[in-house]
């Protein structure tokens, strides 16, 4: 029972913090010109505790982060963009029109150009590990670059 209690609290204040700090980086605080928070890159602290990566290869790490999250907010700009103008069009008509149907493939093709991104960001980054560290990456990474939880057999229609 008190570990149950535990983790709903530690949920609780997982969820304030996420929140709180989406709340900031919103409001532009995160983006200052300092840059302190994303400098710090919170993301990557779990890739070094976990993978054991040495200062230099967290530094090779960090340098391709960097350099990818300018083309990964650019690619999520385009798919949240793809997403409203698809779902605008699907709430606008009761068939698929010509329009539809493009803004479909539109949409299809974004999410292939951001996958296929994603895929070599997550390649890079394993050639500067180790063989066994990069097989950890990969193995923890992959799923959320093909991100199949829509599309698995039997996870709509059951079996």
């Not at 996420?18 to 532009?28: N, Y």
């Amino acid at each position: 029972m008190k570990k149950g209690i535990l983790m709903l609290l530690a949920g609780l204040l997982a969820g304030t913090v996420a929140f709180c700090a989406m709340r900031w980086e919103k409001e532009g605080h995160l983006h200052s010109s300092e840059g302190i928070f994303l400098d710090a890159m919170p993301e990557l602290e779990w890739l070094k505790r976990d993978l054991e990566l040495n200062d230099e290869q967290f530094s090779k790490v960090r340098e391709l982060h960097l350099a990818y999250r300018p083309e990964c907010a650019e690619m999520c700009r385009r798919i949240a963009e793809a997403h409203e103008k698809t779902e605008a069009i699907s709430k606008a008509n009761r068939e698929i029109t010509p329009e539809f149907k493009t803004a479909l493939q539109e949409h299809a093709d974004i999410h292939v150009e951001c996958q296929e991104a994603m895929l070599k960001h997550l390649y890079r980054t394993a050639a500067t590990l180790n063989p066994p560290q990069a097989e950890r990456y990969l193995k923890t990474m992959l799923p959320f670059a093909l991100d199949f939880t829509h599309s698995e057999s039997g996870t709509l229609h059951g079996q």
